[in-house]
């Protein structure tokens, strides 16, 4: 809507010739150069015509991406769960957790899931970092593959056989084996007594926990290797730094 057209053909066609031009250019320079196809692709806000990262169609301009580096066989970088929002909060849940699960059903290669950042990725909130994790577990969890194979249909057949011929018909004997394995999802870690919703209260909790630990840094020799070794760092971010 700004910098590209407003039409999805628009700016996927834009981006796509930007992102191969880029690839091109890569191989002219080093050829067998390792790339991937990577791409930030955002709506316009109608209102400043700055960039709407909660809007539905960014996800699906991303989502777009990932079937254009599919059809071109290369490795995809994707964007998900950023926001427009400047606080935690129910828009901000909504608008990341869209994006999250859609951009991250699409299969991109590797991910950038906005972890903690608010306000179009500008601002880093710790306690949006805390919800943030344990959303992502979920996805996590709902990605992993299922578990269907001859063993387990055999497993269950027996239960069910066992239990048919109960006079309860109930599988709770079941119940405590599986949880121990890790085979069931646990309850949503912000979770509210009775009908209550104290997510924002219960992650704030947990975020002062964490605080209260702590900090570990990575050793000094390690550091001054990093710092060495790797140009451009800025040098007040060494801990270690004389002075700090």
């Known amino acids: 809507g700004s910098t590209a057209p407003i ?21 002219l320079v080093n050829n067998g150069a390792p790339v991937i196809y990577g791409s930030v692709p955002v709506r316009a806000r109608m209102d400043t015509l700055g960039d709407s990262y909660g809007a539905v169609e960014t996800s699906q301009y991303n989502i777009d991406c990932v079937q254009m580096a599919r059809f071109y066989k290369l490795p995809n970088y994707s964007t998900a769960g950023v926001c427009d929002t400047k606080t935690p909060g129910i828009q901000t849940s909504v608008e990341r957790l ?15 899931c906005a972890y903690g950042l608010l306000d179009g990725n500008s601002v880093f909130c710790l306690l949006q970092a805390v919800l943030d994790d344990a959303h992502f ?3 996590r969890f709902f990605l992993r593959p299922p578990r269907i194979n001859e063993t387990e249909i055999a497993e269950v057949l027996k239960q069910i056989r066992a239990v048919a011929a109960t006079p309860q018909k109930l599988y709770i004997s079941y119940i405590r084996r599986v949880m121990r394995s890790g085979e069931i999802s646990m309850p949503y870690p912000f979770e509210g007594d009775g009908e209550a919703d104290n997510v924002f209260a219960l992650a704030y909790e947990k975020m002062q ?9 990575i050793d000094q020799a390690t550091t001054s290797k990093i710092f060495r070794e790797i140009p451009g760092i800025l040098p007040r971010l060494n801990v270690y730094e004389e002075g700090r």
């Open 137 to 139: 577990q979920m996805i």
């Open 98 to 112: 869209f994006s999250d699960i859609l951009v991250t059903l699409s299969g991109p290669q590797y991910l950038h």
């Open 209 to 217: 926990q964490l605080l209260s630990k702590p900090v570990e840094h």
């Open 7 to 27: 039409k999805e053909a628009g700016i996927m066609a834009q981006i796509n010739a930007e992102v191969l031009a880029g690839i091109t250019l890569s191989q």
